[in-house]
Structures are given as structure tokens and as C-alpha cells.
T-cell receptor
């Protein structure tokens, strides 16, 4: 099993450009999450999904959109990138039990200039 | 709402010394507690978790954490650290109910083990 994979691993964007980050999991998990990690701020939840076709806002959703058309995939979009979105982005997935762990992808390092 | 505070942003120690990484949380409901570890340039991995029962939980690589309800703490300890323990450690809480598995993370503690 590959677990949780993310593409791309690195990306540099200019202000105003758009991009989509792809997350895929092969564990048949219902729940999926997108986080951003910034120094000294831990991980903050951007959006999450509790099943195919559903999405919901997390703690810091502004400037991002998501879609979950297939159970195994969770896409994070930036329509008009800003320097404040320079960060490391992590995708995670979990079963429907809160006592189970979240499984994390390797991350995408995004720089917006 | 829940919040998590990790009291030390960086902890430098020498190899074979003991270490404690501190975590305090606040919540109006019962929570599950987790410690995750992030090695350089990798994603997070679960280190250990407290769900219920014994307040002392252990990981397979020698870390342990103790849930203290009265002090709302979940400090992580290891009696003798190795160079390979160098990583960033995150404390997290899950409030249950309709939280849909969502975790609230602390700010992280960078543990650096020196030879």
C-alpha cells in the first residue's frame, strides 16, 4: 500500500497564478483533510471531507477550494495565489473513528513569489 | 472549542539524557490525546495516543506520555534519547462527537539531540 500520496512535492508560483494539489489514499478512508504548516504555528486545518462528494471548511479556508469527486482523492485548489499562501501543505486521511490515527502524506512545499 | 499549548518551541539535549516535552490542552468535553512526530522533510507519524484507561501510554521506541486530567496535561517523556529522535513533535487533541476526526494541533516542539 502506498498510503497517502501528494503531488507535486514542490512548486513555485507567481502571485495571481492558480494551481491544484492532489491527494490520494488507498486505505478506503472516509475522512480526508488538508492542513498547512507554518513555522511556530503547528498544523492548521484548511478544509476537510467526511465522504465522497462532501467538503467542509476548517480553521483557515480563505483563498482555497476543495473537491472530493472520488473517495480516494481530495483536491486542494488555489485560484489566485498570494505570498501569504507560501507554506507546506499536508493531506491526511482517517477512518470514521476519532480514536484512529490520521495518516499523513509527505507534503507539498509551495512558494508564492 | 479546544486548544493545545506546547510550552517549549525548541528543546536541545545531549544524547542519552532524559527529555520531557510539555503539552497542555483546554477543552470543555472529554478528549482523546495524541503525540505525532515529524522527521525532517517527512509527513507526520503517530507516536502514541491516549483514549481511556491507564493514564500512562507508551510507544514502541521508548517514549511515554502521561494523561493528567486535573492539570489538563499530556507531557511526553523519554528517559534516554538517541540522535535519531531529532525531530519535531506535535501534541494534538480530538474532541469527539461531531468533530469528524478533526484534530487540534499544538505549535510543535523541535527536539534536537546532540552527540
Amino acid at each position: 500500500n502506498a498510503g497517502v500520496t501528494q503531488t507535486p512535492k514542490f512548486r513555485v508560483l507567481k502571485t495571481g497564478q492558480s494551481m491544484t494539489l492532489l491527494c490520494a489514499q488507498d486505505m478506503n478512508h472516509e475522512y480526508m483533510y488538508w492542513y498547512r504548516q507554518d513555522p511556530g504555528m503547528g498544523l492548521r486545518l484548511i478544509h476537510y471531507s467526511v465522504g465522497e462528494g462532501t467538503t467542509a471548511k476548517g480553521e483557515v479556508p480563505d483563498g482555497y477550494n476543495v473537491s472530493r469527486l472520488k473517495k480516494q482523492n481530495f483536491l486542494l485548489g488555489l485560484e489566485s495565489a498570494a505570498p501569504s499562501q507560501t507554506s507546506v501543505y499536508f493531506c491526511a486521511s482517517s477512518s470514521t473513528s476519532g480514536s484512529d490515527e490520521q495518516y499523513f502524506g509527505p507534503g507539498t512545499r509551495l512558494t508564492v513569489t | 472549542a479546544q486548544s493545545v499549548t506546547q510550552l517549549d518551541s525548541q528543546v536541545p539535549v545531549f544524547e542519552e539524557a532524559p527529555v520531557e516535552l510539555r503539552c497542555n490542552y483546554s477543552s470543555s468535553v472529554s478528549v482523546y490525546l495524541f503525540w505525532y512526530v515529524q522527521y525532517p522533510n517527512q509527513g507526520l507519524q503517530l507516536l502514541l495516543k491516549y483514549l481511556s484507561g491507564s493514564t500512562l501510554v507508551e510507544s514502541i521506541n521508548g517514549f511515554e506520555a502521561e494523561f493528567n486530567k486535573s492539570q489538563t496535561s499530556f507531557h511526553l517523556r523519554k528517559p534516554s534519547v538517541h540522535i535519531s529522535d531529532t525531530a519535531e513533535y506535535f501534541c494534538a487533541v480530538y474532541a469527539g462527537g461531531t468533530s469528524y476526526g478533526k484534530l487540534t494541533f499544538g505549535q510543535g516542539t523541535i527536539l534536537t539531540v546532540h552527540p
